[in-house]
Structure formats: structure tokens, C-alpha cells
């Protein structure tokens, strides 16, 4: 271990770990004024430079408590093994979210170029694993910060975006994620919106005025999200009920989403 000073060091080429919100960095500032940086970071020397392998948030850490010196471990590594230190530093923790670990699939596979078998055995996850994260990567910018922050589970996301209206399922999927919903309540939608969503959706207007409409209305219609009788209140979506669609309106608002 050696002294190194903050200025000679740069961040990883390629940080596959994503920026924990500015209150674990506090965190962290405070700890380590408080106890001192308990670990040190890991550099691979780059000439007369070095390049973080691991500790990338103690390096910033430090940097922002004014240090000069900062204690390092440093290896003599090539890329390959640099990449190696660099995933196992990042799979270890306990703390990584489905997001990050999709990131770090994403960037074995379409950055150094692994085979999708190869990126598994890296990581020590399955192909199928595998694919069910980089997925994650193509969902909603709001639901890949819900699954980050862990407000919703994956397994409910997956069970919604089966849902192929495009206008319906974000709304869906904001109204999951507010209200906490299970996987179970989330197939219960799914299988809601196939059995009775898709055959009103697939008309152009609903006629709310229909006989056929009103015998519906009176044979007791129920709201697919939280199953109760129901009178339609939208007409493209006839299953939802008022409660269930102000409860969506108030959730997209304060998400900023029109």
C-alpha cells in the first residue's frame, strides 16, 4: 500500500457502477472523516498516472473532504484482469441493484465485447438471468429509478410491460409503483386487461351510450386494478374506476409525466 496523491489518479475509463444519490455520498464523507478511509482504493498504474480499479466513491469521497493523499493498493494488471477486478469489486457488494447489475451485464457485452455465455460466467448468473437484466435497460427511464431505488420488484414490471398499449401501461405502471402492488396483483392486470381490456381497446370509441355498453354496466363491471364494481369512467379504458384513475393522474403528476 502507498500514498498517492488525489491529482495523479483517474476515475475508471469505463465506471460500470451507477452514481449512488448524493445522500450515500454524505454518508460516506461523513464516515470517513469521522474514522478515516478504512479501506483503500485499488489502481492499476497507466505510465506516470494511475486509473481507479475499485473505490471509485471513496476516491470522490476524499477528493471532496479536501485530501491530498489518498492510501492504494496498486496492481500490476493487464485490461483483461483490470475488467476482472473491476466486476468482482462491483458483484460483491450486497447492496447492488437490478439496474446496476444490468448495467454491468450491458457493458461486458456490448463494451469489452463478451459472448453472452462469457458475461454470465463473469458475473455467475445464468444466461437467462442475463437477458432478464439487460431488458431492464430498455424500460422507462422512471421505472428503471423505481427498480433502483427498490420501490417496485422486477417481477411486477415484467408481469406490465406485456401490457402492449402504450398509453395504458405507463399508467399502470405508475399506479404499481405508488401503490406497492404484488406480482400477484400484477398478473391479476395482466390477465384483466387480455380477458376483457383488449376487446374494448380494440375498438375505435367505446359508445359508453350502447345498449350493449349499459347491459355491461348493469351486469357489474369490475375495476381491473383493484377489482371492485365499477362504473366506466374513461372511455378507451372502461375497466378503471374513479379512484384507481385519480390515484394514476396524481401519481404521473408528481412524477412530471403528462
Known amino acids: 500500500m502507498k500514498l498517492i496523491k488525489l ?63 489518498i492510501p492504494c493498493v496498486v496492481h500490476a494488471a493487464d485490461d483483461a484482469k483490470v475488467l476482472e477486478m473491476r466486476i468482482a469489486e462491483n458483484l460483491q457488494r450486497s447492496n447492488l441493484t437490478i439496474v446496476e447489475e444490468a448495467y454491468i451485464a450491458n457493458y461486458l457485452i456490448n463494451t469489452a465485447n463478451m459472448s453472452m455465455a462469457d458475461a454470465a460466467k463473469a458475473m455467475g448468473k445464468s444466461v437467462q438471468h442475463l437477458i432478464g437484466r439487460i431488458d431492464v435497460l430498455s424500460y422507462p427511464d422512471f421505472v428503471q429509478t423505481a427498480l433502483a431505488e427498490r420501490r417496485v420488484t422486477l417481477s411486477v414490471i415484467q408481469e406490465l410491460m406485456h401490457i402492449e398499449d402504450d398509453n395504458l401501461r405507463p399508467a399502470l405502471l405508475e399506479n404499481a409503483i405508488s401503490g406497492g402492488i404484488s406480482k400477484r396483483t ?73
Open 186 to 258: 400484477a398478473m391479476e392486470w395482466r390477465r384483466s386487461y387480455s380477458d376483457v381490456m383488449i376487446p374494448a381497446i380494440s375498438q375505435e370509441m367505446v359508445d359508453l351510450n350502447s345498449e350493449s355498453h349499459q347491459t355491461a354496466i348493469h351486469q357489474g363491471m369490475r375495476c381491473f386494478t383493484c377489482g371492485e364494481n365499477t362504473t366506466p369512467t374513461m372511455s378507451h379504458a372502461p375497466l378503471i374506476c374513479g379512484d384507481c384513475f385519480a390515484t394514476i393522474i396524481k401519481s404521473r403528476k408528481q412524477n412530471g409525466i403528462n
Open 7 to 69: 491529482a495523479s489518479i483517474d476515475a475508471p475509463e469505463i465506471d460500470i457502477r451507477i452514481d449512488s444519490g448524493d445522500s450515500d455520498m454524505t454518508e460516506l464523507c461523513d464516515s470517513i472523516a469521522r474514522l478515516g478511509l478504512i479501506e483503500p482504493i485499488a489502481v492499476v498504474a497507466r505510465g506516470k498516472r494511475y486509473e481507479i480499479i475499485a473505490g471509485h466513491r471513496r476516491y470522490k469521497a476524499c477528493k471532496s473532504l479536501g485530501w491530498v493523499d
